[in-house]
């Protein structure tokens, strides 16, 4: 197995995980690839939704990359303070990167080039979901720092789990924590620039108002008591992509609450952390991506 950390811009890495195309003696696999986009509130990396979902996902036959996109906070360094690089969306032209890139070495990697999937969770769905319906939107690839055609960054779909697709609306802050006010506070800072955004600069970031015919296929899953991100939002998505005539698929389950990752065993802390029910989505999410046809 390749393992290795790939430099792009602005200090971002992209983490390998990339199988030995050599299945028998002369005879090798091109395989599908998966870029994930660990959670985290767009400060932090969320472990959970990393390597262990690129484990799982190369069990079922996926090369995978971890994207260790631009973050506002230093999780080992606090005293650094708050990065004022780390601002939206910068992380989604990272993201647009880290697809060119397999795109590039598809032939060297064993990589089927026109199966080139991205997942995201919580504000990791944000930066993958700002790529899957702006890919072809010229004020984000007029600010890549390289040329690239719209197809070369255009993942083939999208895997959101309890995505952050909007910042949540007031009525749904009044029910949150004094912690989770001041996370949201540094959310919004990275997202928008400000602690407390306009409604303009709230809505330049709800990609529940992008979806267009060009949004990628998706597959979203969210639960109804997420105290976290608001569901609502993701439902709103779902409604936009029909809409359009997007080929989608959405589990709206009736618990899971936020941050659960894969829900099974291999990332779990205790029997509490797991969910048959939740752990599904894997599963479906497969099934789904197999059947998406190729661009």
Known sequence: ???????????????????????????????????????????????????????????????????????????EHPEAGFNEAARYPLQSLQLMEAILTVRRHAEEWYIDADRVFVAGFSAGAHVCATVGTRWNDPALLDRLPFA????????????????????????FQQQASELQRQQTALVNRVVTGTETPTAAQCD?????????????????WHSIDD?????????????????????????LYNHGEHG??????????????TDEALHLWVALAEQFLRKIPCP
Do not use: W
């Not at 789990?161 to 949540?168: E, H, K, T, V």
């Not at 330049?204 to 979203?220: I, Q, S, Y």
């Open 1 to 75: 197995m390749l393992c290795k950390e790939i430099p792009l811009q602005q200090g971002c890495v992209l983490q390998t995980y990339i199988m030995d195309p050599q299945t028998s003696f002369h005879v090798y696999k091109k395989r599908p690839a998966m870029i994930i986009c660990p959670g985290g509130a767009y400060l932090i990396h969320a472990t959970k939704e990393g390597e262990p979902i690129a484990l799982t996902f190369l069990e079922k036959g996926y090369n995978c990359f971890v994207l260790r996109y631009t973050v506002g906070t230093d999780r």
């Open 148 to 171: 690239a055609e719209p197809a070369q960054v255009r993942p083939t779909a999208m895997v959101l789990g309890y995505p952050m697709l909007a910042l949540n609306p007031p009525a």
């Open 204 to 220: 330049a970031a709800n990609l529940t108002l992008r979806v267009t015919t060009d949004t990628v296929p998706t597959f979203l």
């Open 227 to 251: 105290p976290v991100v608001d569901c609502n939002a993701s439902m709103r998505f779902i409604q936009a992509m029909l809409g359009c005539g997007c080929n989608c698929e959405f589990h």
């Open 260 to 273: 659960k990752g894969l829900a099974g065993p291999l990332s779990a802390q205790s029997a509490a952390d």
